[in-house]
């Protein structure tokens, strides 16, 4: 019985039950008996220790839980990856950097992620190297690690998975990780990513353009608004529009009015309210009769703010 947890039980479904129950114990004796679930020989404990142990944070957790990471079974793995990045214990920047160095893809993707919300600045060194790793996951987690750090020196870095990176999401979260450092390199590739073949990566490249204020995109910016044909990505479009206030772009937006998709006519409303072009005062008129209650309110809306000006 030295593999079951607490020895009490043969019938592992009654074992995990004194698992999942543990939390009503004393603090002592629940980490005893969940800690003893990590070692149990059936998957779905070790599955509910790994779970369980999130109540009770300390560093003590930790290096139980990495091995975890290792275990036979996907959803012991998985389980413990989720507790790992749940629990932000602070502590896990002492005993990472072994682990970074684990030859499994899942193990090391799952410490990254667990230290992104940590902002260990010591870190970086480790997720700059990452963002080469053959595992789309790692670089995935990377990208994260280095937007959490919002260190502009990392933006050259992430501008160039931005545009480079084989796999659309980590593209796609590499492009929105360097909305908060307006410079040439992210600028640049915030207007490359406008034309990325994924729609995803566009629609983020436009809230990146959006978040910079970049003033100086404006002819580019609408350019791409009149040959976009994905929705989303037009919506994201002209909140950048009007987040950068395209003054000359009035009559491109006014043509969003009449789009099919009602959210795009409530974004073209809006935008046209803030980028402060009395021309659109007409046609938001119209807008007013719009089929749609948030499109009717948000150009009542902007009709007033016009005639404001």
């Known amino acids: 019985m030295s593999n079951d947890s607490s020895g009490l039980n043969t019938d592992p479904d009654v074992r995990r039950l004194v698992i999942l129950n543990a939390i009503e114990s004393d603090k002592e004796t629940a980490i005893e008996l969940i800690l003893s679930g990590f070692q149990d020989s059936c998957s779905t404990v070790r599955e509910e220790a790994a779970r369980a142990i999130a109540d009770f944070p300390g560093v003590y957790m930790l290096e139980p839980l990495l091995r975890l990471l290792l275990d036979k079974d996907e959803h012991v793995r998985r389980a413990a990856a989720e507790t790992l990045s749940e629990c932000n214990v602070a502590e896990l920047g002492d005993i990472y950097e072994s682990w970074l160095e684990c030859n499994d893809d899942f193990v090391r993707s799952a410490v990254f992620k667990a230290l992104r919300p940590l902002r260990l600045p010591n870190v970086a060194n480790h997720a700059l190297k990452g963002l080469s790793d053959s595992s789309r996951d790692v670089r995935l987690e990377c990208v994260g690690v280095l937007g959490y750090l919002q260190n502009q020196e990392y933006s050259h870095c992430l501008s160039e998975v931005a545009v480079n990176d084989v796999d659309p999401e980590v593209r796609r979260v590499a492009v929105g990780a360097i909305g908060y450092s307006s410079t040439p390199d992210t600028l640049a590739a915030a207007l490359q990513c406008l034309q990325d073949i994924e729609w ?76 402060g072009n009395p021309v659109a005062i007409e046609s938001l008129r119209e807008a007013i009769f719009d089929r749609d209650p948030d499109v009717k309110k948000i150009a009542a809306w902007a009709i007033a703010k016009l005639q404001s000006i």
């Not at 000359?248 to 959210?263: E, G, K, Q």
């Open 200 to 275: 995803q990566v566009r629609a983020e490249a436009a809230a990146t353009i959006a978040k910079l204020g970049a003033a100086g995109t404006c002819d580019q910016v609408v350019k791409l608004l009149t040959s976009e044909a994905q929705w989303q990505v037009i919506s994201k479009i002209l909140v950048a529009i009007g987040k950068i206030q395209c003054f000359d772009a009035v009559y491109d937006v006014i043509t969003m009015l009449r789009h099919p998709m009602s959210n795009v006519r409530k974004e073209a409303a809006m935008c046209l309210g803030e980028i």
